[in-house]
């Protein structure tokens, strides 16, 4: 426990609570959560699978149904030459990743990750007694994540090369080539490419992602995907995610399921299956949301003072430096996020929890109305 350290999110999410629980109406740009209900037809098929007695032990990697459809998902969609057999059912994307970080990390490797990344890549990576290997991502061209830099930071200690596009929580994503490259450098090597591609929906302007499963036919020993429910489908607390690879990466993970949580929770899979089969149709209309909030916040957020911010290609989240508006009193992200909480009732996620002081994040999967009087009220508190 003593590598891995206290999420730095936490002091602000649990002064949050307490301002909530004292009646303070927050604008609340912190959760990674969609603000939408999970689609209908899971609801339902979660119920009915209750209620019909599905509540025993599964498979320990999933139903076959679930893993057949995801496969089925992903070969449809992106051509990706998985089998059923090449994927695992998780509880939740985060799942999937501390078990592949568990599988496949000894003491002692490396494992290349642009930054600023999602909180938990360096602390699983640790807590494998792996070594995680930053590379910089910039605010100037949007984070994105170039080959080059990817390849100039791996050494003979290299083990694997994480690359989270859409980026949690810079928006960044990596483009067809860059990946393309990476990948074959990567096979070159003997290195697995990790790709968390859970905010894969989530891309703007009419862009196309750019996924790892295309690349997985040609570098079958190189290529492992993790993806979630939970962003996708709004169905974060249901807990399901899944990862696919090459059999012998599969295989370590399922021992290492086999061992942790045994399968994801049994109605909770029905539920995912009948997300996939039926309600392909809700996801277009909440991406179209997304990007109508972005537009709406980004260039409000650019004009505050001291913000910077460009609007971010993918997931659902605004990474503005704000290190411009840092004063005595408000210097560094956490100190930042503390004075928009106490002075304005804004909660953010100060930058520092994901490897920039000079940042914030804001989540936009909340409603037009919260991000207009976050905006206000950050905007008043500024000016002062
Ligand atoms: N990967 C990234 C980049 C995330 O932001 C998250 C959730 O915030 C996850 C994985 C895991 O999500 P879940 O465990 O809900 O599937």
């Not at 909660?347 to 109305?369: K, M, N, Q, T, Y």
Request: charged letters at 20%.
């Amino acid at each position: 426990m003593d590598r891995i350290g206290e999420s730095a999110t936490l002091k602000v999410t649990r002064r949050a609570a307490e301002l909530k629980a004292r009646g303070i109406r927050l604008a609340d740009f912190g959760a990674g959560e969609p603000d939408f209900a999970s689609p209908a037809p899971a609801v339902e098929a979660a119920r009915q699978a209750l209620a019909c007695g599905f509540t025993k032990y599964t498979p320990g990697s999933g139903t076959p149904e679930l893993r057949e459809a995801v496969a089925a998902s992903w070969r449809e969609r992106y051509g990706a030459p998985w089998s059923a057999a090449q994927s695992v059912i998780t509880v939740g994307g985060k799942a999937a990743l501390f078990e592949l970080a568990l599988a496949v990390f000894d003491e002692g490797q490396e494992v290349v990750v642009p930054t600023p990344c999602w909180v938990s890549f360096p602390e699983q990576i640790r807590f494998a007694g792996a070594v995680p290997v930053g590379v910089p991502t910039s605010g100037e061209d949007g984070f994105r994540v170039h080959a080059e830099a990817v390849a100039a930071a791996v050494t003979r200690r290299t083990r694997a090369i994480l690359i989270n596009s859409p980026s949690n929580p810079t928006g960044g994503v990596v483009e067809a080539a860059d990946l393309r490259e990476i990948v074959r450098f990567a096979a070159e090597r003997g290195l697995l490419v990790i790709a968390d591609e859970t905010y894969e929906r989530f891309v703007y302007d009419g862009a196309r992602h750019a996924s790892a499963a295309t690349l997985a036919a040609e570098f079958p020993e190189t290529v492992v995907l993790v993806s979630s429910f939970s962003k996708t489908y709004a169905m974060t607390g249901w807990r399901i995610g899944y990862v696919f690879g090459p059999p012998a990466v599969i295989g370590a993970i399922e021992q290492v399921q086999s061992h942790a949580t045994s399968n994801p929770t049994s109605f909770a899979m029905v539920g995912a299956l009948a997300a996939l089969q039926k309600a392909e149709d809700s996801i277009g209309p909440m991406i179209a949301a997304y990007q109508e909030r972005r537009d709406f916040l980004i260039p409000r957020l650019a004009a505050l003072p001291g913000f910077e911010c460009r609007p971010p290609a993918g997931s659902f989240y605004a990474f503005p430096r704000v290190a411009g508006a840092y004063r005595p009193g408000r210097q560094g992200s956490s100190a930042f996020a503390e004075f928009l909480l106490e002075e304005a009732q804004v909660a953010v996620v100060p930058g520092e929890a994901f490897g920039s002081d000079e940042h914030i994040r804001l989540s936009f999967a909340c409603s037009l109305d919260t991000l207009a009087e976050g905006l206000e009220r950050m905007a008043t508190v500024l000016a002062d």
